[in-house]
């Protein structure tokens, strides 16, 4: 009867060690998740905010006769 009670202890503890990990690495690949949009976000408007200032950089060969 003990075996049993044994058994079924680390049985039930393997149970809830593996809930508790697939609630964290859940967590986890969400966090990344967002963290890969910020990121991407913050990097598009960077690009934007550079192409939006309007001002055209050009190479005048007159300038340098």
Known sequence: M???????????VAIVALIVLAFVVK??????????LIVGGVAIANLMRRR????VVTYDARRYR
Do not use: C, D, K, Q
Request: hydrophobic share 75%; glycine share 4%; aromatic share 4%.
């Open 27 to 36: 967590i986890v690949l969400i966090a990344a998740v967002l963290a890969a």
């Open 2 to 12: 003990s075996l049993f009670v044994r058994v079924t202890a680390v049985v039930a």
């Open 52 to 55: 939006r200032t309007g001002a």
